[in-house]
């Protein structure tokens, strides 16, 4: 079993629609959750991180983290075609790991006008 | 303002040569890695830093090597370069200091060919 598996999508989304992009991770004991974009040809760019069960909201960004069910989840309210990209969830297993992440293979979004 | 940086950002090689891709930090971050990018495979970490001295394999490091000598630099080598080793290569920094912040900030990237 991989450490964090998503669904490779693609997902496609109308403009002004919600995308849902999911990630479950293996460890129980992971502390923190991370969630990274990657337009084509560009390397990846942090949007946020979460360690607290419940939601964090950032702009049109909110993610979601169930530790019982070792689930994160990212939402994008009022999807743009500029959210188009792949995006990767990483995971912090903390302990003798502390500050390396592991990734998922990523989910491709795309949003169309 | 702080940054990471990879050089060169392209490189075509022959295989069999020694090949040096460099990564500068200037955020002074304790942690250091290397990943390479492949379709299909998503990141995969060849080693990582966590200080000056410190090195450590990551789940594909045959064929490659690091050394940290300061607190700004990770060179990553690939000692005899082999076509399987053709990928985009990032290198990332964090700050390595508590669990619940520690985060990676990735450079622009390395695209190798090796021919």
């Known amino acids: 079993q991989k450490e964090v598996e998503q669904n490779s999508g693609p997902l496609s989304v109308p403009e002004g629609a919600i995308a849902s992009l999911n990630c479950t991770y293996s460890d129980r004991g992971s502390q923190s959750f991370f969630w990274y974009r990657q337009y084509s040809g560009k390397s990846p760019e942090l949007i946020m991180f979460i360690y607290s069960n419940g939601d964090k909201e950032d702009g049109r960004f909110t993610a979601q983290l169930n530790k019982a069910s070792q689930y994160v989840s990212l939402l994008i309210r009022d999807s743009q075609p500029s959210d188009s990209a792949t995006y990767l969830c990483?995971?912090?297993?903390?302990?003798?790991?502390?500050?390396?992440?592991?990734f998922g293979r990523g989910t491709q979004l795309t949003v169309w006008p | 303002d702080a940054e990471i940086t990879q050089s060169p950002r392209h490189k075509i090689t022959e295989t069999g040569r020694q090949v040096t891709l460099a990564c500068h930090q200037t955020w002074n971050h304790n942690n250091m890695f290397w990943y390479r990018q492949d379709l299909g495979h998503g990141l995969r970490l060849i080693h990582y830093?966590?200080?000056?001295?410190?090195?450590n394999k990551g789940e594909v490091s045959d064929g490659y090597s690091v050394s940290r000598s300061n607190t700004e630099d990770l060179p990553l080598t690939l000692e005899s370069a082999a076509s399987s080793q053709t990928s985009v290569y990032f290198c990332a920094s964090g700050p390595g200091i508590a669990a619940s912040t520690d985060t990676q900030y990735f450079g622009p990237g390395t695209r190798l060919t090796v021919l």
């Open positions: 990483a995971v912090n297993r903390g302990g003798s790991t502390l500050g390396r992440l592991y």
């Open positions: 830093s966590y200080g000056v001295q410190d090195t």
